[in-house]
């Protein structure tokens, strides 16, 4: 609205208030004529604006919108009429899957992304619950160097990218890659003695119960990594379905502890889980929670690049593509990085 059609409202109001004490007219003219002002002089919502749309409200650009829908741009309300169309858990999903970050969990329902410290996480849940899916996720938004236990019989981290070595409990080579193991704990800890910084590595373990269970050799080793690994760069990430055959040294040591599903009960209390469940937004998803501010997130299933390989689905990269994101994993893990 140009000016020039507010000139005559505010001029015929002062000279009412003028000439015959109409005072009310002159101040709804300028009243109007502030409006006008305070309107101009905001920033104009474009398209090309991202619009985010949250508990909060409306955001475009950055730029809270205050008042009612009914004044706002009709491109506007549209796209909003377009949004509001598709089910939360794939708005969640597509704002879960374009953030960047290291160790990304999850997502809370409000659409607060919920990322993990390096630092040693125990993991329990029952069978099914969803555990090996959602390692699988955490190591997609892990840069450095990888190295995995599965006692699934090795499926289910066989074809992740990056992974330097992966051991089962059907592996010939498992009492080499423990002396691999306890060695790079030596070699860090001569490092750190000379003032060298040691680059991150993870230690992932799926189904721990059975692997300390497995040979005295595994549950030393663990425990050796529980103890000394946080200061020497090596994070333990392990999953089981109880804390039974878990040592209270490593439990003790793992700083993060998540629970997934429907933790037995006894286990939730002695992890500082709380005891009310929450379902997962929709499905496909599933519902996790951190005992440290029993801090409730959901994650999906079936989305990860190691999931969708072995479901036979399109990825969208080729064979070789996923060699060159393997090199660039072991390439960052030659870096310092932290």
Known sequence: MSILFLLPTLGYGVFLGLSQGLWHLTAIGL?????????????PLTKSDEIELGLAGVAVGGRKLGGFSLFWPTWL?????????????????????DSRGQLKAGIRSDGEIVFLRPAHTLIIGPTGSGKTEFMRNLIESWPHRLVVIDFKGGLGFSKAFGI????????????????????????RERELADGQSPKPMMLLVDELSSVTRSSQKAASVLDDVATKGRALGVYLFAASQTLSGVSRSLMANCLQKIGIGAVDQVDAMQLGLSKQRRQPI????????ISEGQLYFNFPLGQSQVSRISQGQTVGLSDSRVIDLSRVRVQASKQSII
């Open 31 to 43: 009243f109007t004529l502030i409006i006008w002002i305070v309107i101009k002089s905001k920033k």
């Open 77 to 97: 309300n549209l796209a909003l009429i377009r949004m509001l169309e598709r089910p939360a858990s794939e708005v969640l999903l597509d704002q879960l899957l």
């Open 164 to 187: 330097e070595w992966v051991v089962s409990n059907h592996s010939d080579d498992f009492d080499q890659f423990l002396e691999m193991v306890h060695k790079e704990l030596e070699t």
């Open 282 to 289: 929709a499905n496909g998803w599933a519902s996790a929670q």
